[in-house]
């Protein structure tokens, strides 16, 4: 008997391989899938979820699929994915094994909706609730090898119980992860004024942007794959962007600047929102934006947490002060005249401005009890572990005074907390103390209400209720500092007294005082409607006894304005107004806010705000 040849098999193998199930196409559900996952103001074209949330998945086969039939998924993020660093994980029929330390294992089940018998497999795949934030690969596996099906964007879920950043209050989520637009306040702790933000966090071009602010952060130069797998977790992720907001050290979003000279950027005061600024750091290849301060700091690391989903709200400190010698007090030194003749290095900011992040501190192990708001400070003061960052801090852990806590608690419950201690030098170098006070720092700390464009007081979150101090009325000239004014929005003034029969009992004080500009209107004429013509009338009357020069009126808004509009007029006379027209059309329906601010010659920044309700 001749044997046959083993080639005779070939035809029934090649049989048996034509005959296994191939995909033909896929269908990521963008769009209903980003409505459940409250991601769809970002996208309607890409595949943006929540982890701990399911979506669909519908795969159309080339024949009649069977739910015991093989299909293995397989998501995968980073340079380096592992199942052991949770950025690699392979899921389905059959079943993988998985060892005790594999992290963030994904999952599907067959939805309702499937047709198997039609060859339309619809899927219900649900990230892990740990699983790392960032952009994922997507393929399967149906026996033929793996099929690449695209890509999608996982984010953190406040609407998850199971995810550290869970926020249990509805009205807390719609304005701390979706409001777009909100108030950051300066001034002084008597006045505390209003600046509106437009935080944009939904723009179209904000994955790629935030994603990029991650991806050149030092640590993921250092270890690309622990440090992807690290993004799994809140404080890890909130550490990072705190300090790439901040280009101090790193190639972060902002340089700061606070000495007045901004010839070769813009000034701070000159943003309306974050979106201008990331988006030119982005288009510039990551080089730094020239110029920004707290508020225009914390405004962007508010824009790119609230992307992330991380709940987050910007709070303003006034009489914030900064300790550089960590010993809880601000050492200050007059001459006989009430000037300051030397510097200690510490200082009391009229505001400082920061953000609260909502997230677990299980990493604490003090139970929940940290758990909540945690203070996130992207402005470059001190380094914190060798990188200019602050926080996460636990607020609550800076009410009890618990500063053996990570991160930088300290440093923070000295900003609320210190005593200034006032010193006169006298001519012979001699010093006397004058007075010391508990009282003078951390006052009226201050948010944006939920709900509401009004401030909310968090004081009471940071310390326990202080005295109140005696107020003496002082009037002071309009010509004594009108010509100084025009870059600036306090006034600081400061008084010594000095008791006539006892020359040794001296006392000080001081105070902020911010400016009051005139009014600057602005409506919207007609309807409002996506993809329609838009009017705005905006109007402003000078009602100074002079000219005013160089006049320009920027407007923004979310939604609103793809790029800024920026109107000019040489000069405007006493008396006289200033009426605009100024037309858009609408990208994004919902209730939008339009920001303008004004500038001339004899002030800066004056900014206004209307709300614009733009139907479908």
Known sequence: ?????????????LIFVFSVTAIKSVDFHCRSNNTAHYTIEISTKELIVRRGQSFLLTLNMTQPFNATDTLVLTVETGSFPSEKLGTWSEFGNPSCMYTSDVKAIWKYSFDCS?????GMVTLSVTPPADAPVGKYSLSANTGRGKTPLGTLVVLFNPWCSDDWVFLPDERERQEYVLNEQGTIYVGTEYYPRPRDWIFGQFEEDMVDICLKILDVNPKHTKDPADDVSARCNPIYVSRVISAMINSNGDHGVLTGRWDGIYNDGERPDSWLGSVRILRKWYKTSCRPVKYGQCWVFAGVMCTVMRFFGIPCRVVTNF???HDT???LTIDYYHGENGAQPRDSGDSVWNYHVWVEGWMKRPDLKKGNSYDGWQVLDPTPQEKSEGVFCCGPAPVAA?????TNLKYDVPFVFAEVNADIVKWMVRANG?????????KKVGKSISTKAVGYNRRTD????YKHAEGKNVIVPIQIPLQTYNNH???CDSVKVSAVAIDKQNQNDIYESEIDISMEYPSLSMKVLGEARVDRKMTMEVEFTNTLNATLRNCSLTVTGSGMYKFDSVERLVQLEPNATWKLLITTIPRRSGTRVVVADFDCSAFRDMLSSCIVDVKP
């Open 325 to 327: 010698h960590n010993n």
């Open 458 to 461: 968090l004081t009471n979150n």
């Open 398 to 402: 800076i009410l009890q005074g618990d």
């Open 114 to 118: 499937a047709n198997l018998a039609r």
């Open 1 to 13: 008997m001749v044997e046959e040849p083993l080639t005779s098999l070939s035809p029934l193998l």
């Open 485 to 487: 004014m025009v870059n």
């Open 319 to 321: 009489q914030s002060a």
């Open 430 to 438: 001699s010093k006397i103390k004058m007075n010391s006070d508990s």
